[in-house]
């Protein structure tokens, strides 16, 4: 086009030859050199943490839109829908807090019951708030970002959680902002039981974002669409009992060996909204989780 | 640089170059997020041949491994299709800039299958194959892109001379 009548060395430094041999090979092999040791998470969460500051204001612009549409709309509703949302919510903690009135002496005749079984007391953690971004990543995978980091505590591997249930777990930890992926993410996969029959199996993510699949039942279990899947924290990862998804679909077939069920997740995993991360209660007797605060040290201690 | 009229106006590259960045993260609805166009390899393409003395395989690894972290893919995936495209790119530069558009067409959309192929051969590795059709979507919609892309930065680059 109009650029070909320069000439076709210019005086610049490293131009005579852009796509040099060596360079594209030693380009490429770093490429691959970084894959591997990336492939074995943990070992550059130096150059990711780093990385996640570099990128975060492209990340932040990009949700910027939606923030500001969610304070205009704050800023400029209405008087009337104000008092309407706030009857409403009125309405909505009421009923909660009568219902909380319920599970408090639940709680307390759980809590006897157990001392009677002279079973481990259940920890209770607490949540601190979050906000997913709205910025899609890999469109294959389901993994989403949140504006917490180390600086919140964040930690690999924790759980994420909305009003619903569980929404998926810290896969990447930088310094002001998380990378975790959903309970959907063909990565993933979660320890559940069947909240009726306290069946338990594993439901895993896939190619759907509202969709996991349990593919570990019996052709005879006792399950049926509606029922509710919790979390039995037998993973030692997911703390127990907070719901996760309901079954969708049953089907089985005499000539397979496992039922093929389907499930849809409780939360809202669509992005753009707030969710709560959990920090789990310190217990007595520490459990065996490597990766609890991994990012403020040095990773020479993995196990991998 | 020796014509002191003619700006180098870098600034215009570095735009560029975080717009496709910025589209490439842009929240779509689920059904559209397949059929997302690959900006960052139309930019790639576009500045390796027209810049190549000024936009190589350095700024295009720096950018692939930023587009790594932006999609929380394995460090290096996206910087490794995108330096091989940018090395065709590289390589053919003086050829392609001469075809005519339909011609540079089709160069783009093989170079694209080369992106695309890389990325599902790297995750297939990894074991995420789902979507497998689907996948292939982004080449066809690049592709088609590409005619109006080039004249819409070929615009910009004679506007602000960027040399």
Known sequence: ?304 | MRNPIRRRANWVIVVTYVAALLLSIWPLPDWAEPFRPAWLVLTTVYWCLFLPHRVGLLVTFVVGILMDSLTGSLLGEHALALLLVAWVTLKLHLQIRVYPWWQQTLVVLSLMLLYTFVLFWVDGMLGYTQGSLLRWMPVLITTLLWPWVMQLLSVLQQRYQVS
């Open chain 1, 1 to 304: 086009m109009f650029a070909l009548h320069r000439p076709q060395r210019s005086p610049r430094l490293f131009s005579s030859n852009p796509a040099g041999a060596l360079r594209t090979l030693l380009l490429v092999a770093v490429c691959i050199a970084l894959m591997f040791y990336d492939h074995q998470r943990g070992h550059l969460q130096k150059i990711h943490a780093a990385l996640s500051t570099l990128v975060y204001p492209v990340q932040a612009a990009v949700n910027a839109p939606y923030a500001l549409a969610n304070w205009a709309q704050e800023k400029l509703a209405m008087h009337t829908a104000l008092v309407k949302e706030n009857t409403r919510l009125n309405q909505e903690l009421l009923m909660d807090s009568v219902q909380l009135q319920q599970t408090a002496a639940l709680e307390q005749e759980n809590a006897r019951l157990r001392e009677l079984l002279q079973a481990s007391a259940k920890l209770r953690g607490h949540v601190v708030l979050a906000t997913l971004l709205a910025a899609d990543m890999d469109p294959f995978r389901h993994m989403i970002v949140i504006d917490k980091g180390a600086d919140a505590g964040v930690y690999e591997g924790q759980t994420l959680l909305d009003a619903r249930g569980i929404i998926g777990q810290v896969i990447q930890v930088g310094p002001v902002s998380s990378e975790v992926a959903l309970i959907t993410d063909p990565s993933q996969a979660i320890q559940v039981q069947v909240n009726r029959t306290s069946l338990r199996t594993l439901a895993i993510g896939g190619a759907d974002v509202d969709t996991l699949s349990l593919p570990y039942l019996a052709n005879n279990a006792d399950v049926k669409p509606g029922d509710l899947l919790v979390t039995s924290g037998l993973d030692g990862h997911y703390p127990a009992g907070y719901p996760v998804a309901v079954i969708t679909r049953v089907h089985r077939d005499p000539a397979e060996p496992f039922a093929s069920v389907t499930a849809q997740p409780v939360a809202d995993l669509d992005h753009g909204h707030d969710v709560l991360l959990y920090f789990p209660a310190v217990a007595s007797t520490p459990l065996p989780k490597p990766e609890v605060r991994s990012t403020k040290k040095p990773l020479r201690r993995r196990p991998r």
